[in-house]
Each structure stands twice: as C-alpha cells, then as structure tokens.
C-alpha cells in the first residue's frame, strides 16, 4: 500500500496510510548513520509522540551518488519523552531567539525497535521486516507507564549478552530507580517487565534465574 503525503504545514508527520492511517515522519541526510538526530521544536515534538495518534518514524542516510545507505523504521511504541533531548533556545541575536529545538536521542531505543528495510546498503527481505515489526506490537496496547517500564528493562537487557542471568538485570537498579523515583518496589518491577517479555516472545526462561534472547 503506497504511503500518501500529508500537506506541508502537518507538525510531526510526513506521510500516512490511508487504509491503517498509520502516520510517518521522515528523516533524512546525505550522511553515515548517527545515534543522534536532529530535529525541531521540542514543545511540538514532545506533544506530538505523546498524542494518541503519534507517527513512527522513518530515518534515511543516503550516498552523495543518493543511493541509500540505510532505511530504518522506528514504530511510534517506542518514542516516549526521555528519549527527545532539549537544546538550549537560540541566543537573543537569533532570527528566531528563544526558539528551543530537539533531538531523538536513538540510543536510547531498544534494538528490536530499529526495524531496518536496507542496512548497510543491503536490503532486508520483507519477511524479516514484518517479523521484527510485528514483535513488538503488543507494546501499544499497554499504558503509557507500563510500556515505559517495558521499555527501559529491555534497554538495559539489550547491553547484556544473549544468555544472562537475574543478577545481572538487577544491576540496572539504581539506573531504573533514577528513571521512575516514585516506585519503591524497583526489583520486583524488574521481574514483572521480564515476564512480560518472556510472554510476548522476547526472551525465554530458562530456569534458576537465567534467560535468553530470543531472535
């Protein structure tokens, strides 16, 4: 299904479905691939991915002969607000002072949720694409604050190997305790969020506190 624009004044969104109205936003620069991108207004943006029909979004890096490097898709269930840094506004000499912009901040995504459909000039089969975007849907029929717990523990699941262990989840405890102050109970969370991903198919328990990663 061909993606349709949206006219040019649309904040946030470049193109969308007219069958799923899934919306899009783009990205794109003649560049190698960066963990951080810029983008614009931070009140807008922040506005945007806290909306209930907030954009995926699509981040392209092109050759200058404009053949394409990589071709990602972001789905929008993971944009939430820590991952958008603010930049400090524009000095009182600038055209527009005091404007504040914004960048995506793609460390802080999961890997399952940079879906590639061409990395590193090679193109991703569509199976593989639908595979790995299809996994990570159940995020979007939890709670703002359910998925952001979902969310940071697979973050900090993803710095570990393959095979780990309950131990070592628990060393992010300080971290997830920064991330959520009002929660007291941050170890007990902790093995809640890794049973949610080992029931949507993302990790596999395999007995006496030990896990792995599931493809």
Known sequence: QPLADFANNKPVADFYCA????QYELKSKKAKLSQIINDGAYDTMIERISSDDNPSFF???????LSVNNFLIIPKQFFKPDIIIKRKPLSASAKR???????????????????FLVKDKQVITRESVTQQFQKTLFLREQSITSRGWT?????????????????????????LQRKHPDNNHVKDKIRQQLQVLRDKGVIEFLGRGCYQKLS
């Open 151 to 175: 969310l940071d523990v697979w973050h900090c699941i993803d710095k570990l190997d393959d095979k780990f262990n309950l131990k070592q989840v628990y060393a992010f405890a300080d971290e």
């Open 19 to 22: 069958t799923c109205t899934e």
């Open 59 to 65: 981040f392209l890096t092109y050759s200058p002969q």
């Open 97 to 115: 002072a005091g404007w504040v912009g914004c960048n995506i901040d793609l460390r802080k995504v999961p890997d399952s949720g940079k879906v």
